[in-house]
């Protein structure tokens, strides 16, 4: 009996590109939601030129995750696990399809961020990705659920995107490791203050 093939295709709606690594150029469909804008490619290149170090081996949340691209990214780059957060359903069921789609090893959480984040252990992942929708108290609120459950390890890393218009700063207990602009977007990696290592 003839059954149609069920091989993933290209695909559809808004796209992102990888940009290095196992998984280079491929392309992560995401759905047009309000809100869900994937980290500008020039600003995702200059981000993985600075945690290169730090990638082989690392276990990586992408908090706020949307597109997945930089979930994805670092699993690319060799990174040994990627827990990619997001709360709305239509981005949760695109996460998956993409990762079905390459074939990764991620595990998808359909979680509000703080409710994830309150759930974590100490000192549970090497990098975390702060990528929420500009303009709102998700960032500030996530650095400091982060801080107060040291979910962070000791040498970990966070990357912070904002918008310029923001003025974000950094909460106390962390400190800037490498900072850049690129248009209307700030970004910048954070590492724990000396004083708040474990």
């Known amino acids: 009996m003839w059954r149609p093939k069920t091989t993933m295709g290209r695909p559809k709606g808004p796209r992102v590109r990888l940009i290095a690594g196992q998984w280079r150029g491929r392309l992560l469909a995401f759905p047009a939601e309000p809100g869900l ?39 690319s780059r060799g990174a040994a696990a990627a827990t990619l957060v997001d709360c709305n359903p239509a981005v949760v069921a695109a996460l998956r399809e993409n990762r079905e789609r390459l074939g990764a090893e991620a595990l998808i959480v359909a ?14 992942f090497d990098i975390v990705f702060l990528d929420p929708p500009y303009a709102s108290r998700l960032l500030s609120d996530a650095l400091t659920t982060i801080l107060a459950q040291r979910i962070l390890k000791a040498a970990g890393l966070i990357y912070i995107e904002s918008a310029v218009a923001d003025r974000f700063e950094l909460p106390a207990g962390l400190r800037w490791h490498r900072r850049g602009q690129a248009g209307l977007v700030a970004f910048g990696v954070a590492a724990l203050a000396p004083e708040d290592c474990p």
């Open 37 to 75: 804008r994937p980290t500008p490619d020039r600003v995702r290149e200059t981000l993985f030129n600075w945690l290169d170090p730090w990638l082989a081996g690392a276990r990586c949340l992408d908090l706020f995750a949307g597109s997945g691209a930089l979930g994805f990214e670092a699993l």
């Open 111 to 124: 979680s509000g961020a703080q409710d994830y984040l309150a759930a974590q252990g100490p000192a549970g």
